[in-house]
Structure formats: C-alpha cells, structure tokens
C-alpha cells in the first residue's frame, strides 16, 4: 500500500498494479486521485533511456500508463517500448514466459485489467467453438514487400476443428499451393522464423507478427493457437518497434 505521499513499499511494482487495480473500479468510486498518485510515483522512477527499470517492471509501468488512458503519457511510453523491445528475441520472444506475460498486454495496448473483457469476448480463446471433429476453413494472409509477387498473399486452409495451427500450416505446405514455412521450437512454443522464403532476423530487428483480423495480436504461439471456421489469420513482416517492413 502507499504511504507518506506515495512511498511505495514494493516500489514500481506495487504502484503499478494499484493503479491497474483501481481502474477497474473508476465507474463505482472516485479514485482518480489514488491512482494519479500512483503514475507521479512511477514517473518520478523514470530511468536515463526511458525505462523504469526490467522488463518485468517497465511493462507493470506501462500498463498503468495504458490504465489511466493519458494522452501526455503517449511519448513516454513509446521510448520505454523501444527499451523494451531490445531484449525481444529473433523470433519475438522474450527470456521467459514471465517476462512475455508482462510484456505482450503492453505491446497489444491492454493491460491485467483487460482479461476480463477479454476472456468474455472469447477472442484469445485457444479453442474453436466449431464442434471437434468437423471441418472448418480459414484464411492464411501474409503481408510484407518483400514477398513476391506483390506485397500480400492470401491462402485458404481447410482442416479438422482442434487443428492448431502450425498443423494446418504444415498441410497447406504439403499441398499444391506453394506455401512454404519455417519454424523452431523454443521453450514456451514453435516459433515462425520465415514464410515463402522471407525469414525474421535480429540484425536488421524484424519478425513475422501473428494477429487474428483485424488487428488483434495473438497471444500465444502458432501450435498453441486453434483459429475457428471463418478466421483470417495475418502475419506481417514488421521492425522490433511495430513498423510494416517497407
């Protein structure tokens, strides 16, 4: 909890998810001031290059940026996102399942406090609703200039509901079609390195982005993730920072 003028015990951490906390209840009660208390407490941590500290406690910093929807607080929280993303690995990956956990809310514009909205909507949903066993079809879209021809590839996979959908890239590939992957297994999933030749790499800090259309970023890897009939799954060729490869 805070004290003298919001000395926080745990320091970041603690303001951080106090405030991701108190905007849950914001409609019932006027904590505005509890939770402005909390962001001076965070800003006043701020570091030389724009971080608050880890990554672990940056993303908790960020998503109370996110929390309190501050437009002052855009800029800061692009360069600590720049920070952030420098420990991002070739695939996109972080050093831990830890550290990606506290980091993708921040990357999506979400934070702890959006779950629940989340897990009602049923987007992040592992699972499709489709009954298991029968038959759906979904769209694999590729977008980057660097694939030819042209700069978006559209595929349609027909598969079995329950198929993640690494699988159901490995039987497009094995098809007719001239789709073409790799991958690697890291320790918390198959990670995509390169769709139709074109690979991700860390020199020139870019990666292939999964998102379920429109633009919701998935978040869990290709063998953990089960796209639903009708899904249109992008991958786009993007910078460390987010930016559409040119």
């Avoid at 992040?124 to 590839?153: E, N």
């Amino acid at each position: 909890m805070a004290n003298d003028a919001g000395n926080y015990t745990f320091g970041i951490d603690e303001a951080a998810m106090s405030v991701i906390a108190l905007s849950c209840v914001r409609n019932q009660a006027d904590v505005t001031s509890a939770m402005d208390l909390g962001v001076k407490y965070i800003l006043n941590k701020k570091k030389n290059d724009g971080s608050f500290g880890n990554e672990y406690t940056t993303s908790l910093a960020l998503q109370a940026f996110d929390a309190v929807s501050h437009p002052d607080l855009t800029g800061l929280k692009k360069n600590a996102i720049s920070v952030l993303l420098k420990a991002m690995g070739e695939d996109g990956s972080f050093q831990s399942i830890s550290a990606a956990t506290h980091v993708m809310p921040v990357l999506a514009n979400k934070t702890y406090a959006d779950i629940r909205v989340i897990c009602r909507k049923g987007t992040s949903a592992p699972m499709s609703t489709t009954t298991p066993g029968q038959p759906i079809s979904f769209t694999i879209t590729l977008q980057s200039t660097r694939l030819s021809p042209g700069t978006t590839r559209r595929f349609t996979v027909t598969t079995n509901n329950g198929t993640s959908l690494y699988y159901a890239m490995r039987e497009l590939e094995a098809g007719e079609v001239g789709f073409s992957f790799t991958s690697r297994q890291t320790s918390w999933g198959v990670s995509i390195t390169s769709l139709m030749g074109v690979a991700s790499s860390s020199k020139e800090r870019i990666y292939w982005q999964m998102l379920q259309s429109p633009s919701s970023p998935l978040t869990t890897t290709a063998d953990k993730f089960y796209p639903n009939d009708g899904d249109d799954i992008i991958f786009r060729l993007v910078t460390y920072e987010g930016t559409l490869v040119g």
